[in-house]
């Protein structure tokens, strides 16, 4: 069957990078992206990052591109500020409220959703930060001197901290693990790079959870498990996300910690592809079944899941070693590979000291005899060379020995200067 | 074919070092260092997806 008709839902980076490997793939068909949202396509890391920190006025919103650019250059019809409610897999449509929309092939880009704290939704004052909107109300709160409260020490959460107190307010964070991190970096890290809070004077509260969250209109504190109680002008809330398939439910995908799909992102229903945060699929490179929430492989993901929904006969599996990065304190954290091993070593960098140019922190992560992931804290120089070590499969004698010539060299580098 | 990085954007993430190291490799300093602009036939591939997945869209080959 001849593909006419290309429809992306979720206008967001894996529906953008969608939309434009169609194009550059040389389909000539017609593509309509549609989105929940009624802003363009934007990026979401500075909004944890960057777009928080203190600068005269509004910074400009981190679109992606322009509208002219869909209309004109990439001759994609857009949908925005339109939720698709439906998938009709029999009749191929995409129902969106009443409007039908039509396709031939389809890859489903819905990202995921932040996760709320059930009642305290309604409060002022009380914020998730997913969205554009979102960033937007945190920046203004942070502009008024908000007394914060971060809750969840996690990767954006820490974010949010670190930005928070950049500009002098007064910030907590409160964690109910009694390790945060662990599942993103290990016991071993999460620890120590969790201690970079208290180094710059966040607090940081760990195994200890949230009772309430009060106030009459506007959220005024947290009351902790154990009784305390922090004053607060602003709670962000960063507990993790959930994959957005509830507009999927009983249109006959699988739905299980997202959309499942195969190696080439597809969902074993004809023609209906997915791609992003929302899509669950075997990472053939590590041999394990995943489900990312970053950027490169909501992009990578994107273009693979349209190259292979335009031209199913010649599919190709989507691999990739995990990458992620995150910046806190003006210090930069990169992960690459998997969190999940068997022993984690240090091999090089000084726990007890801040990270720095002369004290990066590198850790190896081994499986079996296997090099499988690698974290660096200043560490820049380092962590691509180990994600192309993964990706090559590299043994962990090897990586042991690499990193000890490379610990060598910065050494004597630090000494001629 | 020739590779154009915009540094204004470029903010060191290292993407395109992963994916094709012969070409880019970020220092110490954690900025970024072009190895070698010119890119051949052979490398063209990898030199296009390093281009698509650097996170800031700093990267361009100029043909
Ligand atoms: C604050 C923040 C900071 C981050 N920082 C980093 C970082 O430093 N490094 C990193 O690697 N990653 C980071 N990430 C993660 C990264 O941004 C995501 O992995 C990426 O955005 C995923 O892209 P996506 O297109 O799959 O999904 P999303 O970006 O979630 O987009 C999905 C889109 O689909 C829309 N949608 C949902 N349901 C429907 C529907 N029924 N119909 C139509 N549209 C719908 C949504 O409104 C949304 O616009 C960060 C994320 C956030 C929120
Ligand atoms: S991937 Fe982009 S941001 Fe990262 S080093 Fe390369 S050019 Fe710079």
Same mark, same amino acid.
């Given at each position: 069957?001849?593909?006419?008709?290309?429809?992306?839902?979720?206008?967001?980076?894996?529906?953008?990078?969608?939309?434009?490997?169609?194009? @550059?793939?040389?389909?000539?068909?017609?593509?309509?992206?549609?989105?929940?949202?009624?802003?363009?396509?934007?990026?979401?890391?500075?909004?944890?990052?960057?777009?928080?920190?203190?600068?005269?006025?509004?910074?400009?919103?981190?679109?992606?591109?322009?509208?002219?650019?869909?209309?004109?250059?990439?001759?994609?019809?857009?949908?925005?500020?339109?939720?698709?409610?439906?998938?009709?897999?029999?009749?191929?449509?995409?129902?969106?409220?009443?409007?039908?929309?039509?396709?031939?092939?389809?890859?489903?880009?819905?990202?995921?959703?932040? +996760?709320?704290?059930?009642?305290?939704?309604?409060?002022?004052?009380?914020?998730?930060?997913?969205?554009?909107?979102?960033?937007?109300?945190?920046?203004?709160?942070?502009?008024?001197?908000?007394?914060?409260?971060?809750?969840?020490?996690?990767?954006?959460?820490?974010?949010?901290?670190?930005?928070?107190? @950049?500009?002098?307010?007064?910030?907590?964070?409160?964690?109910?693990?009694?390790?945060?991190?662990?599942?993103?970096?290990?016991?071993?890290?999460? $620890?120590?790079?969790?201690?970079?809070?208290?180094?710059?004077?966040?607090?940081?509260?760990?195994?200890?959870?949230?009772?309430?969250?009060?106030?009459?209109?506007?959220?005024?504190?947290?009351?902790?498990?154990?009784?305390?109680?922090?004053?607060?002008?602003?709670?962000?809330?960063?507990?993790?996300?959930?994959?957005?398939?509830?507009?999927?439910?009983?249109?006959?995908?699988?739905?299980?910690?997202?959309?499942?799909?195969?190696?080439?992102?597809?969902?074993?229903?004809?023609?209906?592809?997915?791609?992003?945060?929302?899509?669950?699929?075997?990472?053939?490179?590590?041999?394990?079944?995943?489900?990312?929430?970053?950027?490169?492989?909501?992009?990578?993901?994107?273009?693979?899941?349209?190259?292979?929904?335009?031209?199913?006969?010649?599919?190709?599996?989507?691999?990739?070693?995990?990458?992620?990065?995150?910046?806190?304190?003006?210090?930069?954290?990169?992960?690459?590979?998997? $969190?999940?091993?068997?022993?984690?070593?240090?091999?090089?960098?000084?726990?007890?000291?801040?990270?720095?140019?002369?004290?990066?922190?590198?850790?190896?992560?081994?499986?079996?005899?296997?090099?499988?992931?690698?974290?660096?804290?200043?560490?820049?120089?380092?962590?691509?060379?180990?994600?192309?070590?993964?990706?090559?499969?590299?043994?962990?004698?090897?990586?042991?020995?690499?990193?000890? +010539?490379?610990?060598?060299?910065?050494?004597?580098?630090?000494?001629?200067? | 074919?020739?590779?154009?990085? &915009?540094?204004?954007?470029?903010?060191?993430?290292?993407?395109?070092?992963?994916?094709?190291? &012969?070409?880019?490799?970020?220092? &110490?300093?954690? &900025?970024?260092?072009?190895?070698?602009?010119?890119?051949?036939?052979?490398?063209?591939?990898?030199?296009?997806?390093?281009?698509?997945?650097?996170?800031?869209?700093?990267?361009?080959?100029?043909?």
């Amino acid at each position: 069957m001849a593909i006419e008709k290309f429809v992306v839902v979720g206008a967001s980076l894996a529906g953008l990078r969608a939309v434009e490997a169609a194009r @550059k793939a040389g389909f000539q068909g017609e593509i309509t992206l549609i989105g929940a949202e009624s802003h363009l396509p934007y990026d979401r890391p500075p909004l944890s990052k960057e777009f928080l920190e203190p600068a005269d006025g509004q910074p400009d919103p981190p679109y992606f591109r322009e509208e002219s650019v869909f209309a004109d250059e990439l001759g994609v019809t857009l949908m925005l500020g339109r939720p698709a409610t439906e998938l009709d897999v029999e009749a191929r449509v995409v129902r969106v409220g009443t409007d039908q929309v039509p396709y031939d092939a389809l890859v489903i880009a819905t990202g995921a959703a932040a +996760r709320h704290i059930p009642g305290a939704e309604s409060l002022a004052g009380v914020q998730v930060l997913r969205t554009l909107d979102d960033s937007l109300a945190v920046r203004n709160a942070l502009d008024e001197g908000a007394r914060t409260v971060v809750i969840g020490a996690g990767f954006i959460g820490s974010e949010i901290a670190s930005s928070a107190n @950049k500009r002098g307010v007064e910030v907590t964070i409160v964690e109910a693990l009694p390790t945060p991190l662990v599942r993103a970096t290990g016991t071993e890290m999460g $620890p120590a790079i969790a201690s970079l809070h208290e180094r710059n004077g966040t607090s940081l509260r760990c195994g200890v959870g949230v009772r309430s969250i009060e106030g009459l209109d506007r959220v005024e504190k947290v009351v902790l498990e154990d009784g305390t109680e922090i004053p607060a002008d602003l709670v962000v809330i960063g507990i993790g996300v959930t994959p957005s398939v509830g507009w999927l439910e009983g249109s006959g995908l699988r739905l299980d910690n997202g959309i499942h799909c195969d190696e080439t992102l597809w969902t074993g229903v004809p023609g209906v592809y997915a791609a992003g945060d929302v899509v669950s699929w075997p990472n053939p490179t590590l041999g394990v079944r995943q489900r990312m929430e970053n950027w490169t492989a909501a992009a990578e993901q994107g273009a693979a899941a349209a190259r292979n929904a335009l031209d199913p006969g010649n599919a190709k599996a989507y691999g990739t070693v995990p990458y992620f990065w995150s910046d806190w304190y003006d210090v930069r954290i990169q992960h690459v590979g998997t $969190p999940d091993a068997d022993e984690v070593v240090l091999v090089e960098g000084d726990l007890e000291r801040a990270p720095a140019t002369d004290n990066r922190w590198i850790a190896l992560y081994r499986k079996g005899d296997r090099l499988v992931g690698a974290l660096t804290v200043q560490g820049q120089a380092e962590i691509m060379k180990y994600r192309v070590q993964i990706m090559k499969g590299a043994s962990w004698e090897d990586a042991l020995a690499h990193a000890a +010539r490379r610990r060598e060299a910065h050494a004597a580098k630090l000494a001629a200067v | 074919m020739k590779i154009l990085v &915009d540094y204004d954007k470029c903010t060191g993430l290292g993407i395109c070092e992963s994916l094709a190291p &012969d070409h880019f490799e970020v220092n &110490d300093d954690g &900025d970024l260092v072009l190895l070698e602009e010119h890119v051949s036939d052979e490398d063209i591939q990898a030199v296009e997806e390093a281009c698509a997945g650097c996170p800031t869209e700093a990267l361009r080959v100029e043909r």
